[in-house]
């Protein structure tokens, strides 16, 4: 587990000012006294990539999708580099729950768990991060932690595997009924995210988890790395607890692994299945509502070649990364640019999505 140092330290990097990049470039040859490097003011960004990746010789895992969006319109190698992509493994399992077993108490470590595992390896990754220097970085993020999407696993479950849905009835002291109809469907998903909300709030290990993931990530950003990270896909399940009257608790759909200064971006449908498009853009009918979205990107059939074959994927988890790709073009511009002046650039590409501010903030950012 990590211990936050007691000193820390600020790495920011010291960069060219603008007259001193035009000097760089525009000298004549007599005032210099050697040719310039113009890839040495324009390093490839270093890309911290936080997902599940897959060992050699398997299928392209989550990880690896994210990585092939970000880079889409990147050079990785070669002196025209842009991107230095950097692996960080953090595993969302989080072991077999006990419920379906009707093991006491298995539903509130299933909750538990969700925040506090998944969480303690988000802060294990971050400090690996800090610990280790270097310049400034991206750190890309497609992974959650929710009340909203702990409830979806488990809900989604319930509708197809009658035996676990009476196991998490049991759970929650509901006596399972041989007709299993609206009220009672109201009941139970009612009773999970009255459940979910108790624990996130009452948990000791869960607050524990959120606020040593908060200090890590304020060290993060004191260093100047940016955090860029999906908003969610809880959309369809909004819709049912809307149709059910299911009352959701304040930020139930807010991803824990966000921080106050992280980037978060949500997923827009631009209609088509093409890496990029003029069309206008909607809201994806899988985009979580309220979880403190900046921008959108279109995560709907994206498209990612997998050997001969053309397979594709939706998600904020495809979003996210097209965000970072347009930060990556800012820093290389200004690797010293405050985050501040980012998030206004980003603002400043956004084209306005109908119906979207509670979903993908100012909009879609536009293609590139």
């Known amino acids: ?40 003011r324009r390093d490839p960004v270093r890309v911290y990539i936080l997902d599940v990746f897959a060992q050699p010789g398997q299928r392209p895992s989550h990880g690896d999708l994210v990585e092939a ?37 298995a539903l509130q470590e299933r909750l538990r768990n969700h925040f506090k595992v998944r969480l303690e390896r988000d802060a294990d990754a971050f400090a690996e991060i800090v610990e280790g220097g270097g310049p400034r970085s991206i750190i890309q993020q497609s992974q959650g932690a929710s009340q909203s999407r702990v409830i979806e696993s488990l809900y989604r479950d319930s509708k197809h595997k009658p035996e676990f849905r009476a196991a998490l009835q049991r759970q929650l002291g509901i006596e399972p009924t041989a007709h299993y109809e609206e009220a009672e469907r109201r009941q139970l998903l009612q009773g999970l995210v009255n459940e979910s909300d108790r624990v996130h709030k009452s948990d000791p290990e869960v607050r524990n988890a959120i606020d040593e993931l908060r200090l890590i990530q304020d060290e993060a950003y004191e260093q100047g790395h940016v955090h860029v ?30 921080g106050p200064h992280s980037i978060i971006i949500g997923a827009t449908d631009d209609g ?18 309220g979880a403190g979205a900046l921008v959108g990107a279109d995560g709907v059939d994206r498209p990612f070649r997998v ?9 904020s988890s ?51």
């Open 69 to 105: 969006e970000l880079t889409r319109r990147h050079e990785t190698e070669g002196p025209n580099a842009t991107v230095n992509v950097i692996h960080k493994r953090v595993d969302t399992w989080e072991g077999f729950s006990g419920i379906a077993e009707g093991r006491p108490g």
């Open 318 to 368: 495809y979003a996210a990364p097209q965000g970072s790709s347009v930060i990556v073009d800012m820093l290389r511009e200004d690797k010293d640019i405050p985050q501040d002046a980012i998030v206004r650039k980003l603002l400043s590409q956004a084209s306005p999505v109908s119906g979207g501010g509670d979903f993908v903030g100012s909009g879609a950012l536009s293609p590139r």
């Open 272 to 289: 088509t299945d093409q890496a990029t498009s003029r069309n206008s853009h909607k809201v994806a009918d899988l985009a979580s509502p």
């Open 307 to 315: 050997g001969d074959e053309i397979h594709k994927h939706s998600g």
């Open 1 to 40: 587990m990590y211990v936050l140092p007691s000193s820390p330290t600020a790495l920011r990097g010291v960069g060219f000012s603008k007259l001193q990049q035009a000097q760089a470039t525009y000298a004549a040859p007599e005032q210099a006294a050697e040719p310039v490097d113009t890839f040495q």
């Open 229 to 258: 990270i999906s908003a969610g896909n809880q959309g369809a399940l909004y819709r049912e607890m809307q149709e059910l009257g299911v009352k959701a608790p304040e930020g139930f759909f807010t991803n824990e692994m966000a």
